[in-house]
């Protein structure tokens, strides 16, 4: 069965520093892999998704991530954070076995410091 | 407008009452979910629709119940609410073979 890890619950990264919030996961099959922000009190909104093709994803706001099978790693990557990059970071899988729902990563708290 | 809503956004309920809470989509998304959201748990699968007429239970469905009479509508009911029910509540919709997933603006539910 999928799984998704989130292996930092609160990264903290000073105004314009890079940031980097890890994800693993866990399958037997291929997978589609995602990565979704909250800001305070709102929905989820998708920053970047891999479904297949280039390991490196590029997705809103300049965050990229990329796709590493040997690793089972999708990393989401910022090189320059901003205040306003402040929320909840939340990496989400889904296996091709037909339309199953996502499995949600316990999410990853930035805290962007000026 | 076009997009995903819920309401109320905001319930307070005592234990043992039932409550709806309402998730309508514009999209005509084959497939929708009702994920709850907890501290520490990130977010897990309560329930989830193919389509009309068609539901299968996710990880923490115990108390819940859903029905989905029309593609655009996915009612969410606890039937006798518990205090372990406080908790905001998110619905998503996505198209079929998309996999990507649209969600609502949450519902934040508490049980006194």
């Known amino acids: 069965a999928q799984s998704v890890t989130q292996l930092d619950s609160q990264v903290p990264v000073f105004e314009e520093a890079p940031v980097e919030l890890r994800c693993n996961y866990s399958?037997?099959?291929?997978?589609?892999l995602f990565w979704y922000v909250q800001y305070p009190n709102q929905g989820l909104q998708l920053l970047l998704k891999?479904?297949?093709?280039?390991?490196l994803v590029k997705g809103i706001n300049g965050f990229e991530a990329e796709f590493n099978k040997s690793q089972t790693s999708f990393h989401l990557r910022k090189p320059s954070v901003h205040i306003s990059d402040t929320a909840e970071y939340f990496c989400?899988?889904?296996?091709?076995?037909?339309?199953?729902?996502?499995?949600f990563g316990k999410g990853t708290r930035l805290s962007v410091i000026a | 407008d076009a997009g995903i809503t819920q309401s109320p956004r905001y319930k307070i309920t005592e234990t043992g009452r039932q409550v709806t809470l309402m998730c309508h989509q514009t999209?005509?998304?084959?497939?929708m979910f009702w994920y709850r959201q907890d501290l520490g748990h990130g977010l897990r699968l309560i329930y989830y629709?193919?389509?009309?007429?068609?539901?299968d239970k996710g990880e923490v469905s115990d108390g819940y119940v859903v029905s989905r009479s029309k593609t655009e509508n996915f009612p969410l009911t606890l039937e006798s609410a518990t205090r372990s029910q406080t908790s905001v509540y998110f619905c998503?919709?996505?198209?079929?073979?998309?996999?990507?997933?649209?969600f609502g603006p949450g519902t934040r539910l508490t049980v006194t």
């Open positions: 989400a899988g889904s296996d091709l076995s037909g339309n199953t729902p996502l499995v």
């Open positions: 399958s037997s099959v291929s997978v589609y």
């Open positions: 891999y479904l297949s093709g280039s390991t």
């Open positions: 999209w005509s998304h084959s497939y």
């Open positions: 629709s193919a389509a009309a007429d068609i539901t």
């Open positions: 998503a919709s996505a198209g079929g073979g998309s996999y990507e997933q649209y």
